[in-house]
């Protein structure tokens, strides 16, 4: 029985850990981070890649997951997502034949179910959320109304990161140098056009 009662409460040591290390509120460990890849450009766009990964030594992210949202600076909208889904539709009545997956200019984001059909997935995603420490969660989106290029394409601001239980702030989003990809075969590179990078920091358990 005593040995049952220690387990417990190494257990809860463990779980809880994420709220009171001072590693957490570093802003080198005890992160969130999110890389926005923009990959491609469409008529009226990007194609952009989305990164989410949980530097959090000892702390996860369970159910009901992680979300995410961001605040548009002209008046971009979501056309499509694969391996996420926007929250809220908005106010999309300007669209008569192709209706985007969110007109909102504040938009939220969650990731998919392990149960979504296979080509709506995309690698790292449909976990409902869930991010283990070091684990990663990927979406793709292809973003209309923006800039379609290097010079007009504009960064998101006002990133928000939440988890049940948990509080983060999140910094400024900073345009970086772009992302280097290695095919498998690791003869070929390619890189993003673009890459924003934004960091959350953990602040308290709520």
Not at 59 to 79: A, H, N, R
Not at 81 to 104: H, L, R, Y
Request: net charge positive; with cysteine; charged share 15%.
């Amino acid at each position: 029985m005593e040995s049952l009662f220690s387990a417990m409460i190494v257990l809860l040591l463990v779980t809880f850990s994420c709220f009171t290390s001072s590693e957490a509120l570093s802003s080198n460990n005890g992160n969130i981070t999110i890389k926005w890849d923009v990959m491609s450009w469409s008529p009226d766009g990007y194609v952009a890649m989305v990164l989410v990964t949980n530097h959090q030594k000892q702390c996860s992210i369970g159910p009901p997951g992680w979300k995410m949202s961001w605040t548009w600076t002209k008046k971009e909208m979501i056309w499509s997502m694969t391996g996420a889904q926007a929250t809220e539709q908005g106010d999309c009545s300007m669209f008569k034949k192709f209706i985007p997956e969110s007109c909102a200019g504040k938009p939220t984001v969650v990731d998919l179910l392990p149960e979504t059909p296979y080509n709506l997935q995309i690698t790292n995603c449909c976990k409902g959320g869930v991010l283990t420490p070091g684990g990663k969660s990927s979406f793709q989106l292809t973003v209309g109304n923006a800039g379609t290029s290097n010079k007009t394409a504009r960064i998101p601001v006002n990133f928000m990161f939440t988890a049940p239980k948990q509080q983060y702030i999140c910094g400024p989003t900073k345009n970086v140098r772009p992302t280097r990809f290695i095919y498998a075969d690791s003869n070929r590179t390619t890189q993003a056009m673009m890459t924003w990078n934004v960091t959350c920091i953990f602040h308290k358990a709520t």
